[in-house]
Protein backbone atom coordinates (compact mmCIF):
# COMPACT_ATOMS: atom_id res chain seq x y z
CA UNK A 1 0.00 0.00 0.00
CA UNK A 2 1.66 3.75 -1.16
CA UNK A 3 1.37 5.82 1.76
CA UNK A 4 0.09 9.40 0.66
CA UNK A 5 2.42 12.17 -0.02
CA UNK A 6 2.26 15.75 -1.42
CA UNK A 7 3.52 15.98 -4.10
CA UNK A 8 3.80 19.05 -6.98
CA UNK A 9 3.57 18.34 -10.84
CA UNK A 10 4.91 21.17 -12.82
CA UNK A 11 3.90 20.40 -16.04
CA UNK A 12 0.21 19.91 -17.42
CA UNK A 13 0.44 18.22 -20.81
CA UNK A 14 -0.45 15.29 -22.00
CA UNK A 15 2.04 13.25 -20.48
CA UNK A 16 1.84 15.58 -17.36
CA UNK A 17 -2.33 14.68 -17.66
CA UNK A 18 -1.63 11.20 -16.98
CA UNK A 19 1.30 11.88 -14.43
CA UNK A 20 -1.87 13.78 -12.44
CA UNK A 21 -4.18 11.04 -13.07
CA UNK A 22 -2.51 8.64 -11.31
CA UNK A 23 -1.11 10.80 -8.70
CA UNK A 24 -4.51 12.13 -8.07
CA UNK A 25 -5.82 8.09 -7.86
CA UNK A 26 -3.06 7.03 -5.12
CA UNK A 27 -3.63 10.56 -2.84
CA UNK A 28 -0.43 11.87 -3.51
CA UNK A 29 -1.04 15.12 -5.74
CA UNK A 30 -1.27 18.24 -3.78
CA UNK A 31 -0.88 20.85 -6.31
CA UNK A 32 0.17 21.47 -10.22
CA UNK A 33 1.59 24.24 -12.28
CA UNK A 34 2.40 24.91 -16.05
CA UNK A 35 3.34 28.25 -17.70
CA UNK A 36 0.57 27.82 -19.57
CA UNK A 37 -2.41 28.74 -17.32
CA UNK A 38 -5.26 27.16 -19.42
CA UNK A 39 -3.72 23.69 -18.92
CA UNK A 40 -3.04 24.22 -15.49
CA UNK A 41 -6.57 25.55 -14.92
CA UNK A 42 -8.38 22.77 -16.98
CA UNK A 43 -6.46 20.04 -15.12
CA UNK A 44 -7.53 21.85 -11.59
CA UNK A 45 -10.93 21.64 -12.25
CA UNK A 46 -10.83 17.59 -13.42
CA UNK A 47 -8.96 16.96 -10.16
CA UNK A 48 -9.93 19.67 -7.98
CA UNK A 49 -6.60 20.70 -7.51
CA UNK A 50 -4.94 24.24 -6.78
CA UNK A 51 -3.05 25.91 -8.95
CA UNK A 52 0.38 27.08 -7.27
CA UNK A 53 3.36 29.55 -8.46
CA UNK A 54 6.75 28.06 -9.10
CA UNK A 55 7.95 29.99 -6.14
CA UNK A 56 5.36 29.03 -3.30
CA UNK A 57 5.86 25.01 -4.31
CA UNK A 58 9.69 25.24 -3.98
CA UNK A 59 8.90 26.84 -0.46
CA UNK A 60 6.05 25.28 0.75
CA UNK A 61 7.27 22.57 3.67
CA UNK A 62 4.34 20.84 3.07
CA UNK A 63 5.36 19.22 -0.42
CA UNK A 64 7.75 17.10 0.03
CA UNK A 65 8.21 15.81 -3.72
CA UNK A 66 7.98 17.52 -7.04
CA UNK A 67 7.75 15.94 -10.61
CA UNK A 68 8.76 17.88 -13.35
CA UNK A 69 7.19 16.99 -16.51
CA UNK A 70 7.93 20.12 -18.58
CA UNK A 71 9.62 20.22 -21.83
CA UNK A 72 13.27 18.90 -21.82
CA UNK A 73 14.99 22.55 -21.75
CA UNK A 74 13.68 23.54 -18.32
CA UNK A 75 14.47 20.17 -16.60
CA UNK A 76 17.68 21.27 -15.30
CA UNK A 77 16.98 24.73 -13.97
CA UNK A 78 13.76 23.36 -12.37
CA UNK A 79 15.57 20.18 -10.69
CA UNK A 80 18.15 22.57 -9.15
CA UNK A 81 15.86 24.85 -7.64
CA UNK A 82 13.83 21.74 -6.31
CA UNK A 83 16.78 20.26 -4.85
CA UNK A 84 18.22 23.47 -3.12
CA UNK A 85 14.73 23.97 -1.53
CA UNK A 86 15.18 20.27 -0.02
CA UNK A 87 12.69 18.08 -2.03
CA UNK A 88 12.75 15.15 -3.48
CA UNK A 89 12.54 15.26 -7.73
CA UNK A 90 11.33 12.77 -10.21
CA UNK A 91 12.28 14.28 -13.61
CA UNK A 92 10.47 12.98 -16.89
CA UNK A 93 12.34 11.66 -19.70
CA UNK A 94 15.03 13.28 -20.59
CA UNK A 95 16.79 13.57 -17.79
CA UNK A 96 18.33 17.25 -19.35
CA UNK A 97 19.81 17.76 -22.37
CA UNK A 98 23.40 17.58 -22.21
CA UNK A 99 26.11 15.77 -20.04
CA UNK A 100 27.39 18.35 -18.19
CA UNK A 101 23.90 19.22 -16.87
CA UNK A 102 23.21 15.75 -16.10
CA UNK A 103 26.77 15.30 -13.78
CA UNK A 104 25.50 18.94 -12.26
CA UNK A 105 21.94 17.27 -11.29
CA UNK A 106 23.51 14.49 -10.12
CA UNK A 107 26.40 15.63 -7.83
CA UNK A 108 23.38 18.09 -6.37
CA UNK A 109 21.05 15.21 -5.35
CA UNK A 110 23.91 13.43 -3.89
CA UNK A 111 25.41 16.23 -1.91
CA UNK A 112 21.43 17.06 -0.64
CA UNK A 113 20.35 13.21 0.05
CA UNK A 114 18.04 13.85 -2.13
CA UNK A 115 15.93 10.94 -4.46
CA UNK A 116 16.25 12.08 -7.71
CA UNK A 117 14.45 9.55 -9.76
CA UNK A 118 14.44 9.89 -13.76
CA UNK A 119 11.24 8.77 -15.92
CA UNK A 120 12.65 5.62 -17.74
CA UNK A 121 9.55 4.57 -17.99
CA UNK A 122 9.58 0.83 -19.45
CA UNK A 123 12.00 -0.26 -16.66
CA UNK A 124 8.47 -0.80 -15.13
CA UNK A 125 6.65 -2.81 -17.61
CA UNK A 126 5.54 -6.12 -16.45
CA UNK A 127 6.89 -7.22 -20.31
CA UNK A 128 10.28 -5.84 -20.00
CA UNK A 129 10.33 -7.06 -16.47
CA UNK A 130 9.85 -10.36 -17.11
CA UNK A 131 12.48 -10.32 -20.13
CA UNK A 132 14.93 -9.69 -17.89
CA UNK A 133 14.15 -12.12 -15.44
CA UNK A 134 13.92 -15.00 -18.38
CA UNK A 135 17.51 -13.58 -19.51
CA UNK A 136 19.08 -14.19 -15.97
CA UNK A 137 17.55 -17.80 -15.69
CA UNK A 138 18.85 -18.76 -18.75
CA UNK A 139 15.93 -18.88 -20.99
CA UNK A 140 18.03 -17.61 -24.50
CA UNK A 141 21.59 -18.75 -23.34
CA UNK A 142 24.36 -15.99 -23.53
CA UNK A 143 22.52 -12.72 -25.09
CA UNK A 144 24.68 -11.74 -28.03
CA UNK A 145 22.91 -9.03 -29.76
CA UNK A 146 20.07 -6.31 -28.38
CA UNK A 147 17.35 -4.79 -31.09
CA UNK A 148 15.46 -1.97 -30.73
CA UNK A 149 13.17 -0.27 -32.88
CA UNK A 150 10.99 2.97 -31.85
CA UNK A 151 9.35 4.09 -34.86
CA UNK A 152 6.38 6.16 -36.07
CA UNK A 153 5.10 9.26 -37.66
CA UNK A 154 5.31 11.34 -34.33
CA UNK A 155 5.80 14.80 -32.48
CA UNK A 156 8.63 17.01 -34.18
CA UNK A 157 9.89 18.58 -31.44
CA UNK A 158 12.17 21.79 -32.05
CA UNK A 159 14.35 21.50 -28.58
CA UNK A 160 15.05 18.00 -28.48
CA UNK A 161 16.19 15.35 -30.97
CA UNK A 162 14.71 11.94 -31.60
CA UNK A 163 17.81 11.20 -29.64
CA UNK A 164 16.75 12.54 -26.26
CA UNK A 165 13.01 11.97 -27.32
CA UNK A 166 12.73 8.26 -28.33
CA UNK A 167 15.93 6.77 -27.60
CA UNK A 168 16.06 7.59 -24.35
CA UNK A 169 13.60 4.65 -23.57
CA UNK A 170 15.63 2.07 -25.08
CA UNK A 171 19.31 2.90 -24.20
CA UNK A 172 18.09 3.11 -20.40
CA UNK A 173 16.98 -0.96 -21.22
CA UNK A 174 19.82 -2.18 -23.08
CA UNK A 175 22.10 -0.30 -20.62
CA UNK A 176 19.69 -2.61 -17.57
CA UNK A 177 20.33 -5.88 -19.91
CA UNK A 178 24.06 -5.45 -20.65
CA UNK A 179 25.17 -3.76 -17.35
CA UNK A 180 28.00 -2.15 -18.71
CA UNK A 181 28.27 1.58 -20.94
CA UNK A 182 29.17 0.64 -24.40
CA UNK A 183 32.81 0.66 -26.02
CA UNK A 184 32.05 1.82 -29.03
CA UNK A 185 29.33 3.93 -31.00
CA UNK A 186 28.60 3.79 -34.79
CA UNK A 187 26.00 6.25 -35.82
CA UNK A 188 23.81 7.15 -39.31
CA UNK A 189 21.45 9.64 -38.95
CA UNK A 190 18.26 11.31 -40.85
CA UNK A 191 18.57 15.21 -40.77
CA UNK A 192 15.14 16.48 -42.28
CA UNK A 193 12.23 18.73 -40.27
CA UNK A 194 14.56 19.68 -36.52
CA UNK A 195 17.34 22.35 -36.38
CA UNK A 196 18.61 20.91 -33.41
CA UNK A 197 19.31 17.25 -34.11
CA UNK A 198 18.00 13.92 -36.28
CA UNK A 199 14.75 12.83 -36.58
CA UNK A 200 15.74 9.62 -37.79
CA UNK A 201 19.02 7.70 -36.22
CA UNK A 202 20.36 4.12 -36.55
CA UNK A 203 23.36 3.52 -33.98
CA UNK A 204 25.21 0.51 -33.00
CA UNK A 205 26.27 -0.31 -29.61
CA UNK A 206 29.43 -2.15 -29.24
CA UNK A 207 29.88 -3.94 -25.46
CA UNK A 208 33.24 -4.95 -24.25
CA UNK A 209 31.85 -8.72 -23.10
CA UNK A 210 30.98 -9.05 -26.93
CA UNK A 211 27.26 -7.81 -26.79
CA UNK A 212 26.21 -5.69 -29.66
CA UNK A 213 22.83 -3.58 -30.11
CA UNK A 214 21.13 -1.98 -32.70
CA UNK A 215 18.87 1.28 -32.09
CA UNK A 216 16.57 2.82 -34.79
CA UNK A 217 14.90 5.68 -33.40
CA UNK A 218 12.72 7.26 -36.18
CA UNK A 219 9.71 9.93 -35.89
CA UNK A 220 9.17 10.25 -39.53
CA UNK A 221 8.04 6.68 -40.24
CA UNK A 222 4.90 6.14 -41.79
CA UNK A 223 4.14 3.03 -39.21
CA UNK A 224 4.12 2.42 -35.72
CA UNK A 225 6.81 0.31 -34.30
CA UNK A 226 8.07 -0.71 -30.99
CA UNK A 227 9.84 -3.73 -30.96
CA UNK A 228 12.46 -4.77 -28.39
CA UNK A 229 14.63 -8.09 -28.81
CA UNK A 230 17.12 -9.75 -27.07
CA UNK A 231 18.90 -12.57 -29.68
CA UNK A 232 20.72 -15.25 -28.07
CA UNK A 233 22.94 -18.71 -28.63
CA UNK A 234 19.80 -20.29 -27.49
CA UNK A 235 16.88 -18.14 -29.23
CA UNK A 236 15.57 -14.76 -28.70
CA UNK A 237 13.03 -12.96 -26.96
CA UNK A 238 10.95 -10.01 -28.39
CA UNK A 239 8.74 -7.27 -26.50
CA UNK A 240 6.48 -5.81 -28.55
CA UNK A 241 4.36 -2.91 -27.18
CA UNK A 242 2.45 -2.30 -30.08
CA UNK A 243 0.87 -5.65 -29.47
CA UNK A 244 -2.35 -6.93 -26.84
CA UNK A 245 -1.05 -7.57 -23.55
CA UNK A 246 -1.64 -11.74 -24.53
CA UNK A 247 1.10 -11.01 -27.27
CA UNK A 248 3.73 -8.47 -25.75
CA UNK A 249 6.43 -11.07 -24.93
CA UNK A 250 7.25 -14.46 -27.01
CA UNK A 251 9.92 -16.83 -26.94
CA UNK A 252 11.25 -17.27 -29.99
CA UNK A 253 13.52 -20.90 -29.61
CA UNK A 254 15.46 -20.62 -32.94
CA UNK A 255 19.11 -20.20 -32.86
CA UNK A 256 21.95 -20.47 -35.35
CA UNK A 257 24.23 -23.25 -34.57
CA UNK A 258 28.36 -23.02 -33.93
CA UNK A 259 28.34 -24.41 -37.79
CA UNK A 260 25.43 -21.94 -39.12
CA UNK A 261 22.75 -24.46 -39.22
CA UNK A 262 19.28 -23.16 -37.90
CA UNK A 263 17.38 -25.16 -35.59
CA UNK A 264 13.87 -23.76 -35.88
CA UNK A 265 11.52 -24.34 -33.19
CA UNK A 266 7.66 -23.22 -33.07
CA UNK A 267 7.04 -19.53 -30.99
CA UNK A 268 5.97 -19.56 -27.58
CA UNK A 269 3.59 -16.54 -26.16
CA UNK A 270 5.11 -15.47 -22.35
CA UNK A 271 2.43 -15.29 -19.72
CA UNK A 272 2.56 -11.48 -18.49
CA UNK A 273 -0.15 -9.76 -15.97
CA UNK A 274 -1.10 -6.09 -17.09
CA UNK A 275 -0.12 -3.48 -15.59
CA UNK A 276 0.06 0.29 -16.09
CA UNK A 277 3.84 1.36 -16.19
CA UNK A 278 3.44 4.93 -14.88
CA UNK A 279 1.56 3.79 -11.66
CA UNK A 280 4.68 1.46 -10.89
CA UNK A 281 6.83 4.39 -11.95
CA UNK A 282 5.03 6.46 -9.50
CA UNK A 283 4.59 4.45 -6.73
CA UNK A 284 8.38 3.45 -6.80
CA UNK A 285 9.24 7.45 -6.54
CA UNK A 286 7.10 7.74 -3.47
CA UNK A 287 8.20 4.99 -1.71
CA UNK A 288 11.65 5.66 -2.10
CA UNK A 289 10.86 8.95 -0.20
CA UNK A 290 9.57 7.14 2.36
CA UNK A 291 12.49 4.71 2.98
CA UNK A 292 15.47 6.60 1.01
CA UNK A 293 16.23 3.74 -1.31
CA UNK A 294 17.28 4.74 -4.60
CA UNK A 295 14.96 4.26 -7.10
CA UNK A 296 15.69 1.75 -10.10
CA UNK A 297 16.22 4.46 -12.22
CA UNK A 298 17.71 6.76 -10.35
CA UNK A 299 20.19 9.72 -11.01
CA UNK A 300 23.21 7.38 -11.44
CA UNK A 301 21.46 5.03 -14.10
CA UNK A 302 20.24 8.10 -15.94
CA UNK A 303 23.64 9.81 -15.79
CA UNK A 304 24.60 6.41 -17.95
CA UNK A 305 21.88 6.99 -20.06
CA UNK A 306 22.99 10.43 -20.73
CA UNK A 307 26.61 9.59 -20.94
CA UNK A 308 25.23 7.22 -24.40
CA UNK A 309 23.31 9.94 -25.80
CA UNK A 310 26.04 12.19 -25.46
CA UNK A 311 28.60 9.31 -27.48
CA UNK A 312 25.59 9.32 -30.10
CA UNK A 313 25.48 12.90 -30.06
CA UNK A 314 29.54 13.33 -30.56
CA UNK A 315 29.18 10.72 -33.64
CA UNK A 316 26.76 13.14 -35.64
Known amino acids: MVKELNIALIGCGNWGKNIARNLHQMGSLACIYDINSKLSEELSHDHTLPTFELNKIFKDKNIKGIVIASPAKTHKDLAIKALKNNKDVFIEKPFCLSLPDAHKLSELATNKNRILMVGHLLNYHNAFIKMKELIKNGKIGVPKNIRANRLAMGTIRSEESVIYDLSAHDISMILSITEELPIDVNVQSIHHN ?10 KLSFSKGVTALINSDWMCPYKEH ?6 TQGSLIFDDTKNWSEKLVYNPSFITSRNSIINAPIETIKIQENEPLEIELKEFIDCVYSRKDPLTDHNEALKVQTVMDMIDKKI
Open 194 to 203: NNVGPDAISV
Open 227 to 232: KFSVIG
